[in-house]
């Protein structure tokens, strides 16, 4: 994997950190309208971002790059370290409180709304992407890298953070994988 990979990957976590404040700061329908700033800033400018690339498995070296985008983003999320914000205490709280599978299915709706997003930037389609991305947070759906965002910037960092964070980014995974799948033209 190269270095130009990893910093692009960063960038994409950065984005997913300005938007996640954003969508603190503001909340409610215009802070998640607002948040789809960060997945615009990473589709415009090239960045990377693990739930928008999880669902594209059509190359080789497929699991390595995405593992390898995952620590970039995370890297890049360590921004949310400077962005603490007392709202952040309440939605971290509400989200632990959630079945794991609950949280798993979530996340699995999130996938779909990514993929459909990023896919219909591909498709030179990008008003949808504001769409999508407010509809998965009204929807209350949880995304790995904006939640680990949130984590952080109510500095908490434990055990059933690191479970609720995995299960959501395969939940991320499954949902875009399938909307790949269903997507595919014959």
Same mark, same amino acid.
């Given at each position: ?118 896919? @219909? ?31 952080? @910037? ?33």
């Amino acid at each position: 994997m190269s270095n130009r990979l990893f910093l692009k990957s960063v960038f994409g976590g950065i984005s997913i950190s300005i938007a996640s404040f954003i969508y603190l700061q503001t909340g409610g329908v215009i802070g998640a309208v607002l948040f789809s700033a960060g997945l615009l800033m990473i589709l415009n400018l090239g960045f990377k971002l693990f739930t928008g690339t999880v669902g594209y498995f059509d190359s080789a070296d497929y699991v390595p790059s995405n593992v390898f985008i995952l620590l970039g983003n995370v890297s890049g999320c360590m921004a949310s370290l400077v962005f603490g914000h007392p709202e952040a205490q309440a939605l971290v709280a509400k989200k632990l409180a959630t079945p794991l599978a609950m949280v798993f299915a979530k996340g699995v709706v999130c996938g779909v709304l990514i993929y459909a997003a990023v896919e @219909s930037f591909k498709r030179k389609k990008d008003y949808m992407v504001p769409f999508c991305v407010a509809g998965f947070i009204l929807f209350g759906a949880e995304h790995c890298i904006a939640d680990l965002c949130y984590f952080l @910037s109510a500095r908490m960092m434990t055990l059933h953070v690191v479970l609720f964070l995995l299960v959501v980014a395969s939940g991320n995974g499954v949902g875009a994988i399938l909307t790949h799948m269903g997507s595919r033209e014959k």
